[in-house]
């Protein structure tokens, strides 16, 4: 969707990489903010680790990071390579999340990937948010190649939620809040475009999204 805040299925997006539409995913009932899921390209088997912005945002909880671990470790014994699709606007927040230690799973997501010994790879499609960037971006996730879609977004935090943070007080203090608040904002996405973090070589590149499941198959 053209707007950052709408919900999809990201079903639909693997359907259309994978050979013939067709794919199996792994646990679709448990932490359903996450897909694992097996797929074929070029007729060879490939994982794939995908945020669900159409559940909690796409946001992983502990059941999404358990279910991560264990695909990693899946795909890395039977020589899988996996490919993380990337719209994460964060972990799931909450008291529950802190009572279940959800810092603590963060960290065995991130020391999986990296211990991973498969080709792994990372196409950021439109959000990738705070530490949800650090799980699902392949530079902190031990990955091979990083990409992104020009729509992709990448920040320590949505840009909405960080002008409030660091420029609350400015913005309230201005002649015309609502105004300024617009401006930053506007000047914050522009700082968070994928062409940013290519620049930086936080990114290998930034490719046209129909040419996606070439690329996957080009990289692996």
């Given at each position: 969707?053209?707007?950052?805040?709408?919900?999809?299925d990201?079903?639909?997006?693997?359907?259309?990489?994978?050979?013939?539409?067709?794919?199996?995913?792994?646990?679709?009932e448990?932490?359903?903010?996450?897909?694992?899921?097996?797929?074929?390209?070029?007729?060879?088997?490939?994982?794939?680790?995908?945020?669900?912005p159409?559940?909690?945002?796409?946001?992983?909880?502990?059941?999404?990071?358990?279910?991560?671990?264990?695909?990693?470790?899946?795909?890395?014994?039977?020589?899988?390579?996996?490919?993380?699709?990337?719209?994460?606007?964060?972990?799931?927040?909450?008291?529950?999340?802190?009572?279940q230690?959800?810092?603590g799973?963060?960290?065995?997501?991130?020391?999986?990937?990296?211990?991973?010994t498969?080709?792994?790879?990372?196409?950021?499609?439109?959000?990738?948010?705070?530490?949800?960037?650090?799980?699902?971006?392949?530079?902190?996730?031990?990955?091979?190649?990083?990409?992104?879609?020009?729509?992709?977004?990448?920040?320590?935090?949505?840009?909405?939620?960080?002008?409030?943070?660091?420029?609350?007080?400015?913005?309230?203090?201005?002649?015309?809040?609502?105004?300024?608040?617009?401006?930053?904002?506007?000047?914050?996405?522009?700082?968070?475009?994928?062409?940013?973090?290519?620049?930086?070589?936080?990114?290998?590149?930034?490719?046209?999204?129909?040419?996606?499941?070439?690329?996957?198959?080009?990289a692996?």
């Open positions: 969707p053209d707007q950052m805040n709408r919900g999809y990201m079903h639909r997006l693997i359907k259309r990489i994978v050979d013939d539409g067709r794919y199996f995913e792994i646990k679709p448990f932490g359903k903010a996450l897909i694992t899921c097996l797929g074929r390209i070029g007729g060879r088997s490939v994982g794939f680790i995908a945020n669900n159409i559940i909690d945002a796409g946001a992983p909880n502990v059941a999404s990071t358990e279910k991560a671990c264990a695909f990693i470790c899946l795909c890395d014994s039977f020589n899988i390579p996996f490919v993380h699709l990337a719209d994460v606007p964060g972990m799931f927040p909450g008291s529950i999340s802190e009572k230690k959800l810092p799973k963060i960290m065995n997501w991130i020391a999986a990937g990296q211990l991973a498969v080709p792994r790879l990372t196409i950021t499609i439109r959000k990738a948010y705070g530490i949800g960037w650090n799980v699902m971006v392949s530079p902190h996730s031990g990955g091979d190649f990083n990409v992104a879609w020009p729509t992709a977004s990448i920040s320590f935090v949505d840009p909405t939620i960080g002008v409030e943070l660091v420029h609350g007080s400015k913005i309230a203090n201005s002649a015309d809040p609502v105004a300024e608040k617009a401006r930053m904002i506007q000047e914050w996405a522009t700082q968070t475009a994928p062409w940013k973090a290519a620049e930086e070589h936080h990114l290998d590149d930034v490719i046209d999204p129909r040419n996606t499941r070439l690329w996957i198959a080009q692996l």
